[in-house]
T-cell receptor, first 115, second 115 residues
Framework: IAGITQAPTSQILAAGRRMTLRCTQD?????MYWYRQDLGLGLRLIHY???????GKGEVPDGYSVSRANTDDFPLTLASAVPSQTSVYFC??????????????FGPGTRLTVL | AQSVTQLDSQVPVFEEAPVELRCNYS??????LFWYVQYPNQGLQLLLK??????LVKGINGFEAEFNKSQTSFHLRKPSVHISDTAEYFC?????????????FGGGTRLMVKP
């Protein structure tokens, strides 16, 4: 089944530890995104990538890094986790062709708790 | 910069009653508009989108939304809700100059349908 997979589904992490959230899509979309979802704040963009080999910062990038070595994978790394990074993380992908306005497809999310 | 405001954090409604979920946006340029739905413990899926043309947009599950440029609004409506419509609904905007197709989300509205 085509779509986006995320791993792990949930994780409890000690503060100060390093963590990588994985995201893989099989739709050959050129753009991928990472969001965090917090109650009352909706989804906020952390980082994005318009094509393999390029990345950009979103609204809340501090404390996070990403890489895009190929079209399918877009891992998100927390170098040293802090409690304020407790959130639900969603990966998404979309086509970019000329103008924007294409639907973003979302993964099932990773629930991260930092203690 | 653009922003999205969803005026109601929660909307309780009885089954088979009509519902309107409000969304207002601000942007200095023309925009594309989206409504996404999130069922419990799932990712987001697209309900409908406005790119251009008719200001009344029909989506899945009987939902529709109307783009009002003068009021910068994109309210979501359904004439008769079902228990299964209980979910979180997110309004999002992408501006036409945004080559990365990035979305700005509102804070979400939790629709609670009661029997």
């Amino acid at each position: 089944i085509a779509g986006i997979t995320q791993a792990p589904t949930s994780q409890i992490l000690a503060a100060g530890r390093r963590m990588t959230l994985r995201c893989t899509q099989d739709m050959r979309h050129n753009a991928m995104y990472w969001y965090r979802q917090d109650l009352g704040l909706g989804l906020r963009l952390i980082h994005y990538s318009n094509t393999a080999g390029t990345t950009g910062k979103g609204e809340v990038p501090d404390g996070y890094s990403v890489s895009r070595a190929n079209t399918d994978d877009f891992p998100l790394t927390l170098a040293s986790a802090v409690p304020s990074q407790t959130s639900v993380y969603f990966c998404a992908s979309s086509v970019i062709a000329g103008a924007s306005g294409y639907e973003q497809f979302f993964g099932p999310g990773t629930r991260l708790t930092v203690l | 910069a653009q922003s999205v405001t969803q005026l109601d954090s929660q909307v309780p409604v009885f089954e088979e009653a009509p519902v309107e979920l409000r969304c207002n946006y601000s942007s200095s340029v023309s925009v594309y508009l989206f409504w996404y739905v999130q069922y419990p413990n799932q990712g987001l899926q697209l309900l409908l989108k406005y790119l251009s043309g008719s200001t009344l947009v029909k989506g899945i599950n009987g939902f529709e939304a109307e783009f009002n440029k003068s009021q910068t609004s994109f309210h979501l409506r359904k004439p008769s809700v079902h228990i299964s419509d209980t979910a979180e609904y997110f309004c999002a905007v992408s501006d036409l100059g945004n080559a990365g197709n990035m979305l700005t989300f509102g804070g979400g509205t939790r629709l609670m349908v009661k029997p």
